[in-house]
């Protein structure tokens, strides 16, 4: 297995520029490489796992940012396949309960952690007994490998799993250059840490420029550059209604603290979660009313009901604010339908 060198790079950091790496997280990338290597993976994944975060360095960053508040919306894969991990004795379900996966402000503002895996040969065992937090089983180019698995799962499916969704395959990247999808699969702006480098990462349209739809830098000391972490920012990305983006983009959009390069920024700025949640909010209702707006109070009387101990002073400021949001977010965006 090769070297992995994280812990070495972020040493290269001023403690003020680490704070910014950890609070701007949005992927966490367990290892380098993915095991399967499909052709044209619409992620740009490299074929074999050539580095591994350990399982010590994961959990010492994870406690970090769960002290700044952020690692909720965080997820602990990128350009791999989450079943790939082992590190230590633990495994892609430790790390996913680790970061707060099934956490309830975890998926609260981030709909829980969303697993997407296409099985790697010899975890078939691994992913049965996780069903519960798999949201979709890639089965578009593996068919055939994956059909008596397939029937495994729907053996064993009770109905506490999630329902499972056989996903469908994006045309992004450069074997599909002709033919690109008009969303990327990328879901933050943010940083990305993988188990030898730290990315700045922004979700952009799928173009012959940057064909899987996003642009991914390295992040270094002398030239400080960060995205801030964003969710769902396909809205810079998607097509909409000219009338409602420039609306958007007035109101919101100018506001939004994309890139952090100094230490100001990083204090004259909320809490990340907050303002991620902000713009991740608005960007749903730009493109199903409101449906998200309900969803949301419906889940926080859900949760309401539900927690009979109560809220944490943290989680009722979380719900409070959502409230407010939802509320700001209809008054600028109803009248435009
Ligand atoms: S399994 Fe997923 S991450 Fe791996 S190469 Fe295939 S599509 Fe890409």
Redesign the pocket.
């Known amino acids: 297995m090769g070297t992995y060198d994280l812990k070495h790079k972020l040493a290269e950091f001023e403690p003020w520029q680490r704070g910014i790496i950890l609070e701007n997280t949005s992927r966490v990338q367990l290892t380098d490489g993915?095991s399967?290597?499909?052709s044209g993976?619409?992620?740009g994944?490299e074929?074999g796992v050539k580095s591994i975060m350990p399982w010590d360095l994961y959990t010492e960053l994870v406690d970090e940012m769960v002290a700044h508040w952020v690692a909720n919306g965080t997820t602990p894969y990128w350009?791999?396949?989450p079943f790939d991990y082992h590190s230590q004795g633990k495994n892609f379900r430790d790390a996913y309960f680790y970061l707060g996966g099934g956490d309830l402000i975890y998926n609260f503002l981030s709909e829980s952690i969303y697993v997407q895996t296409?099985v790697p040969k010899g975890s078939e065992q691994e992913v049965l007994a996780s069903l519960d937090i798999v949201n979709d089983i890639?089965i578009t180019l593996h068919k055939t490998r994956l059909k008596n698995f397939i029937s495994k799962v729907f053996e064993v499916c009770d109905d506490n799993a999630n329902p499972l969704r056989i996903c469908t395959w994006q045309k992004l990247g450069p074997k599909h250059i002709n033919n690109l999808a008009k969303d990327t699969l990328s879901c933050e702006h943010g940083v990305v840490l993988t188990p030898s480098n730290i990315y700045t990462i922004r979700s952009v349209r799928p173009s012959t420029k940057h064909p899987y739809g996003y642009i991914q830098e390295e992040v270094i000391p002398d030239n400080f550059i960060v995205n801030s972490l964003s969710w769902d920012p396909q809205i810079y990305a998607r097509e909409i209604d000219p009338k409602i983006r420039d609306k958007l983009h007035n109101e919101w959009l100018d506001e939004a603290p994309l890139v952090i390069d100094s230490e100001e920024k990083r204090l004259s700025w909320g809490p990340r979660m907050l303002q991620a949640y902000k713009y991740a909010l608005k960007g749903e209702l730009t493109s199903d009313k409101e449906s998200w707006s309900l969803f949301i109070k419906e889940n926080i009387r859900r949760f309401r009901n539900e927690k009979k101990d109560g809220f944490s002073p943290f989680e009722e400021k979380i719900f409070d604010e959502a409230e407010l949001m939802i509320e700001e977010a209809k008054q600028i965006l109803l009248p435009l339908f």
């Open positions: 993915c399967i290597g499909c993976c619409g992620i994944a074929k350009k791999n396949e296409a890639n």
